[in-house]
């Protein structure tokens, strides 16, 4: 199990059942369920939803920041009978796995989508099955394509105009200072007193010459 998590990082637990059993002459010396549910917490964690829903994942795999893990996404597969659940690697037509090995990836992860954007995915979900290649093979095709795989533009970001006689977030309005509130400062004692002994001296100046004149 563990040389088969570290060929493909993500596994279905169905499919990984059926992997195990091929290797053995009588499919019933695989491991039964029991054992599978025993084991599988120990190499890899379960996730339960988004673009690797219901698949279990080895440990130290980051889904988020390794681009070729898109090609180990899950798919829901549009049919007559039921919807059928798989993963890309999986895919039941070489046309499919062309379309997905050539199709450009996301420059981030999308949490519903993953690293594809929705219209591959709902057209790899329609095309009808044919003649494919084994995961082993599509996934070395998938590690080679990597390298020259075209990346979507991260879609921009308009800045919406704030309303029209509101003041924008960015700029709030000006507040008032408080200091043009407070009351004009006290004058100033000192210049008082001496404004008094300036007046005082000119009217004794005057009294003297007063006295002269008599």
């Known amino acids: 199990m563990r040389d088969l998590f570290s060929r493909r990082p993500v596994?279905?637990?169905?499919?990984?059942?059926?992997?195990?059993?091929?290797?053995?002459?009588?499919?019933?010396?695989g491991l039964n369920g029991a054992e599978l549910s025993k084991l599988l917490p120990v190499v890899a964690f379960e996730?339960?939803?988004?673009?690797?829903?219901r698949t279990w994942v080895r440990f130290g795999h980051d889904l988020a920041a390794e681009p070729r893990s898109r090609f180990l996404q899950v798919l829901d597969k549009a049919a007559k009978k039921?919807?059928?659940?798989?993963?890309?690697?999986d895919l039941d037509s070489r046309a499919a796995q062309d379309a997905a090995l050539a199709a450009p990836r996301?420059?981030?992860?999308?949490?519903?989508?993953g690293w594809f954007d929705r219209a591959l995915l709902d057209d790899l979900s329609t095309r009808p099955p044919g003649d494919s290649r084994s995961w082993r093979?599509?996934?070395?095709?998938?590690?080679?394509?990597?390298?020259?795989?075209?990346?979507?533009?991260?879609p921009s970001r308009k800045r919406r105009r704030p309303p029209r006689g509101?003041?924008?977030?960015?700029?709030?309005p000006?507040?008032?200072?408080?200091?043009?509130?407070?009351?004009?400062?006290?004058?100033?004692?000192?210049d008082a007193a001496h404004a008094?002994?300036?007046?005082?001296?000119?009217?004794g100046d005057d009294d003297d010459d007063d006295d002269d004149d008599d």
Not at 106 to 113: E, I, L
Not at 196 to 203: D, P, R, V, W
């Open 11 to 29: 596994w279905r637990r169905k499919r990984l059942a059926l992997e195990l059993a091929a290797r053995h002459d009588d499919p019933a010396d």
């Open 47 to 53: 996730v339960v939803a988004g673009p690797w829903r």
């Open 82 to 89: 039921p919807t059928a659940s798989l993963q890309l690697c």
């Open 106 to 113: 996301r420059a981030s992860c999308d949490p519903h989508t």
């Open 137 to 154: 093979e599509f996934l070395d095709l998938a590690a080679v394509a990597d390298l020259d795989t075209r990346v979507l533009p991260e």
């Open 166 to 172: 509101r003041p924008r977030a960015d700029h709030p």
């Open 174 to 190: 000006r507040l008032q200072d408080d200091d043009d509130d407070d009351p004009p400062p006290p004058p100033d004692v000192s």
């Open 196 to 203: 008094a002994e300036t007046a005082f001296a000119i009217l």
